[in-house]
């Protein structure tokens, strides 16, 4: 143990003299910090297995340099999570932080990294307040802003000609807020608008109350085994037949089809980007993911997929030159890489500008169900409603 | 608001109850009979729910699976009270929560070693689907079931209180421990048999509700403080207070839920209703309950005078 730990410190202090000395770093390191535990654990462990293929896929390396990971469990805990950042910034003196799920985590953990000169990739979290006023330079957002795929599931909604919609979300701020992405974009009547206890399961009451105010379509932001729970009522009541149920992609993902099973089939989600994308680079990702792990990669594996790519690209075009932050954010904003959801590109609040598609759950070929993207995107080239806020240029 | 949303609301509030009065009838006898404040009822409930889990997906059979599961949390029951709980009768009150309050930690841990933190547990396939009660009213068939089988419990449970041998020990029990130990009932073989008999009813709920809520660990903390509001407005050890006492807080929780959010809405801004509301929702209980203790302080229906 204390021999470890000695053998540790050593390397740790040999590195440190390095990279005082040497002009270009000769590993990377990164501090992932993820939901590993618990209820939701499965989010943060597709993104840590998606982030993870990556680099294996890259012979153990970002840009020519080899990596190192260093994954630690926030337990889905806040001050957890804060410790951890401050372990890997100021002993570990990682290059890049990266991995937590949920907004509430990140935002209490994100100081340690950004107030230290360490840039943060959010390979999920992409809350509305960094994409607005409290943007910072070190702050990308590699998977999707908060709102996003409420606002497109609003704008599908006025797409299929829908008049009324009934609202449903757990009683806490990212529940508030994704439904007022989706009145963002739709154009028709709100015409019930729930919120429910964070973290119920039994939604009798509420069911009933939607079957009494007929809604054309329900739209649901219930991340999780909340989700799981909701849709296998909804379909249980018979509501399935004259209501046509909306989800935001995470709400119809494998994660939750697997449990569900064919009560989800045909219904419509909302999302950055599916397993059947056709472009190489997705082509590639969930065959590997598929060989590796034995199921079918989520929206979570495709981001951490994608942060993993991304410093692959900034670390490649750097040369190796990582102490320069200026530098590094340069090449994280300029880097060129295939990612699995197609185009897409850093507005300069660096967040993604990039196309949102419709997916409908359907038959897998193998007695399963998958979801199948729609060829066109129902938000082409879309920001977020928050830039215009944020003072970097 | 049409009759049908009333009569599904009362059918879902009748539902909720019936399963907490599964709850609250093994608790207020425990209470009632022992004496003894049980805070690891809950925690049955959840061994329970685990075991059904455990033997639904062992056998196949979810039928299978329920009752193994709840004669095994009977068994589980009966040993805990002969190696553990015994010895806690004779302590206050204060001793009693401090070690079952201990008794939830480890059970929690137990369970999380043995069996992980969650388990799967889906209803049969042919539950899945709804039931036409009545033209425009779908119900799910699946709460159809937990309905019919509360209901039967709940008569089986009276029949058994007041028909039989058995039933009159442990009213004797429940009135006055002392006095019916000296006129030679076995008491601590009728307390072993009451104990086993609340923890299979523990698992009766619990191995029906986990298709409808989730089987984890932690998950019947919160279902536990419902079932002691239950007994203290149902009055400790009182069965017939129990199941009143269940089914008013069932329908008070489910009311709470929608028709306090809509009369929020009535007289308050969106924002606010949809602030206020669940935050009202969820204190309803405990002002229901206020209110009764303020009118019986001994619950609807004393045991004890």
Redesign the interface.
């Known amino acids: 143990m204390i021999e470890a730990l000695l053998r540790k410190t050593t390397i740790a202090f040999v590195a440190t003299l390095l990279s005082a000395t040497a002009p270009a770093a000769d590993k990377v390191k990164v501090g992932f910090v993820s939901t590993l ?3 939701s654990s499965a989010l943060g462990i597709d993104i840590r297995d998606g982030f993870l293929l990556a680099v294996k896929l890259n012979g153990g390396k970002l840009g020519s340099l080899p990596v190192e990971v260093l994954v630690s469990d926030d337990q889905f805990k806040p001050d957890v999570a804060r410790q951890l950042f401050e372990k890997n910034v100021k002993r570990d003196k990682v290059d890049f932080m990266t991995g937590v799920v949920f907004s509430n985590i990140m935002l209490a953990a994100l100081p340690e990294a950004l107030d230290n000169k360490v840039i943060y990739i959010s390979a999920n979290a992409a809350p509305s307040p960094m994409a607005g006023k409290d943007c910072n330079p070190l702050f990308f957002a590699v998977s999707w802003p908060n709102d996003a795929y409420h606002e497109a599931a609003g704008q599908f909604a006025n797409q299929r000609g829908f008049k009324s919609v009934y609202l449903l979300a757990p ?1 806490y701020q990212a529940g ?1 807020d994704s439904l007022a992405g989706f009145k963002r974009t739709f154009k028709g009547e709100v015409i019930g ?5 964070l973290g119920q ?2 939604y ?3 069911l ?2 939607i ?2 105010a007929r809604p054309q379509v329900l739209y649901i932001f219930l991340p999780g ?1 909340m989700g799981i ?1 909701f849709i ?2 909804f ?5 399935g037949k004259d209501i046509t149920l909306l989800l935001p992609g995470f709400s119809a993902d494998q994660d939750v089809i697997n ?1 569900v099973g064919t ?1 989800m089939a045909g219904l419509f989600n909302t999302a950055h980007w599916s397993p059947d994308f056709a472009n190489a680079a997705n082509q590639k990702f969930v065959a590997e993911f598929q060989k590796e792990y034995k199921r079918v990669p989520t929206l979570y594996a495709s981001q951490g997929y994608d942060a993993a790519q991304l410093m692959n690209a900034a670390v490649r075009d750097l040369k190796g030159k990582l102490d320069d932050v200026e530098a590094t954010r340069k090449a994280l904003k300029n880097a060129k890489f295939e990612s699995v959801r197609g185009a897409f590109r850093f507005n300069t609040n660096q967040y993604p500008i990039q196309n949102y598609y419709v997916r409908t759950v359907g038959a897998d070929g193998k007695g399963g169900l998958i979801n199948k993207s729609f060829n066109e995107p129902i938000l082409k080239d879309h920001g977020d409603a928050y830039v215009q806020l944020c003072p970097m240029k | ?2 009759g ?2 009333v009569l ?2 009362a059918l ?1 509030g009748l ?2 109850g019936l399963m907490l009065f599964l709850l609250a009838s093994g608790l207020t006898l425990i209470f009632g009979v022992m004496d003894m404040i049980n805070l690891a009822h809950g925690s049955l409930y959840m061994v329970g729910a685990f075991l059904c889990a455990w033997l639904t997906s062992a056998t196949g059979s979810f039928v299978f699976g329920v009752l193994g599961g709840v004669v095994l949390t009977a068994l589980f029951g009966a040993v805990l009270e002969v190696s553990l709980l015994r010895s806690l009768y004779a302590r206050d009150h204060l001793s009693q929560v401090l070690a079952t309050f201990a008794l939830i930690l480890i059970l929690n841990d137990g369970v999380k070693m043995v069996f992980g ?2 388990l ?1 547990l889906a209803a049969p396939a042919a539950l ?3 039931v ?1 009660l009545l033209p425009g009213l ?6 159809l079931v937990i309905l019919a089988v509360g209901f039967g419990l709940a008569l089986l449970l009276y029949v058994l209180v007041q028909k039989t041998r058995v039933g009159a020990l442990v009213r004797a029990g429940a009135s006055n421990r002392e006095m019916s130990g000296a006129m030679g009932v076995d008491v601590a073989r009728l307390f072993t048999v009451v104990f086993a008999i609340g923890a299979a009813l523990c698992a009766v709920a619990g191995g029906l509700l986990g ?4 089987v ?1 660990v932690g998950m019947g903390e919160n279902i536990l403080i419902l079932a002691f509001v239950i007994i203290v407005i149902g009055g400790i050890g009182s069965i017939r207070g129990a199941l009143i006492g269940a089914i008013l807080v069932g329908a008070v929780d ?2 709470g ?2 028709l306090l ?2 009369l929020f809405r009535e007289f308050l801004p ?1 924002q606010w209703a ?2 206020a ?3 009202f ?2 204190i309803a209980v405990y002002v229901f309950m206020a209110v009764v203790l303020v009118l019986k302080p001994q619950g609807l229906f004393p045991v004890r005078s």
């Open positions: 535990s618990g209820p009683n508030k608008e729930n919120y429910t206890k399961l039994d009798a009451a509420e009933a109350e079957r009494a085994g729970n296998k009522q379909v249980g009541a018979g509501l449990p009560p | 608001m049409t049908i949303f599904e609301q879902n539902q909720f933190a969650d799967p899945d689907g709804p036409e779908m119900y799910p068939a699946y709460r298709p409808l809520l989730a984890q489910t009311l839920r929608t959010q809509q969106p949809s602030a509301g669940p935050a929702a969820s």
